[in-house]
């Protein structure tokens, strides 16, 4: 699944994926919203994160992209939904601000960022 050492050692910082007595890694059944997820360490970490058992929205600009990255992380079982937007238009769309109404982790890993003047 990890194809770079950096991103190999974020998701291990975010979780060992050790698991209890009864299999649990903790993460299962727990909502997650990866944000920029169809790529680099989004993808890394989407992927941990399904591996560990979470239920997952991800986010990405590129239609193909973000369905093969779902269609990837549904072998593992739990549910994914998927967003697709472009945020460098400055505002998040209606059903983002719906998923990150009910999650329990929200990771961003979208490397861009805007600029807003002060008034």
Excluded at 71 to 81: H, I, M, P, Q, T
């Amino acid at each position: 699944m990890f194809t770079r050492g950096a991103d190999r050692t974020i998701v291990q910082a975010l979780m060992t994926n050790k698991s209890d007595e009864r299999g649990s890694t903790g993460l299962d059944g727990r909502t997650a919203l990866v944000i920029g997820a169809t790529g680099g360490i989004g993808a890394a970490i989407a992927g941990a994160l399904a591996e560990g058992g979470a239920v997952l929205t991800i986010h990405g600009r590129d239609d193909s992209r973000l369905a093969a990255k779902a269609s990837e992380l549904a072998k593992y079982g739990n549910e994914v939904g998927t967003i697709r937007a472009d945020l460098s238009e400055g505002r998040a769309p209606p059903e983002l601000l719906r998923a990150a109404a009910s999650i329990d982790l929200y990771l961003k890993a979208r490397a861009a960022s805007a600029r807003v003047a002060a008034e």
